[in-house]
């Protein structure tokens, strides 16, 4: 019988991801309407699967949603929308890592990934760390969740994911996985006090 893994989704559940918020204030656009615009650009959208360079994806940002700011100020500001981690968490993952493996497997890109190591060592953190930009796939889409699943070794159901995305979710339930969902406003903390993970 393969051992369970714990894995993580990173914003919304390690640190808070404020993204959509912000160029909403930014834009006046509703949050539909920014999503929509970033799923239909390639530039956006592929940044997340590696499929667009980030200078590529620094010269689209401002010109998708009409912002003021050179491609140049672009990694700055898109990093300030990742924030510190939730209070609690990283060290709780770390008690965790004791008794159990842990992973994560985010939707992200070069800049992000590259900003989150600066407030945690994901290797310290999590025994393999998944990232979207260096798998060319994505989540919710079924192939993410077979790679992931091949990654780690064990059945599909032997997989504990922590998300806060309804899609991701449902793809991962799809895939087999058994799925915690987390409230993004709060991060993963209260799920795992609630289902006694912590001594």
Not at 33 to 43: L, N, V
Not at 125 to 152: G, N, Q, V, W
Not at 154 to 165: A, C, K, M, N, S
Request: charge should be negative.
């Amino acid at each position: 019988m393969s051992k369970p893994v714990l894995v993580f989704d990173l914003g919304g559940v390690v640190v808070p991801w404020i993204g959509f918020e912000a160029l909403a204030s930014m834009t006046g656009l509703d949050r539909e309407t920014i999503d929509r615009r970033f799923q239909t650009d390639p530039a956006l959208h592929d940044y997340e699967t590696g499929r667009s360079t980030t200078a590529e994806f620094c010269d689209a940002l401002p010109r998708v949603y009409g912002l003021d700011i050179a491609p140049a100020d672009v990694p700055a500001l898109w990093n300030s929308w990742v924030l510190p981690p939730f209070p609690g968490v990283v060290e709780a993952i770390t008690a965790l890592r004791r008794s159990h493996r842990t992973a994560c497997l985010s939707n992200t890109n070069a800049l992000h990934w590259a900003h989150i190591e600066g407030y945690f060592d994901r290797n310290a953190l999590f025994d393999i760390a998944l990232a979207s930009h260096e798998m060319h796939a994505a989540k919710p889409h079924a192939e993410i969740y077979r790679m992931a699943t091949a990654r780690l070794g064990v059945q599909p159901g032997d997989i504990h994911f922590f998300e806060d995305t309804t899609v991701n979710i449902e793809g991962a339930r799809a895939a087999g996985w058994t799925v915690h969902p987390v409230d993004r406003r709060h991060g993963v903390l209260p799920v795992l006090e609630s289902l006694e993970l912590l001594a």
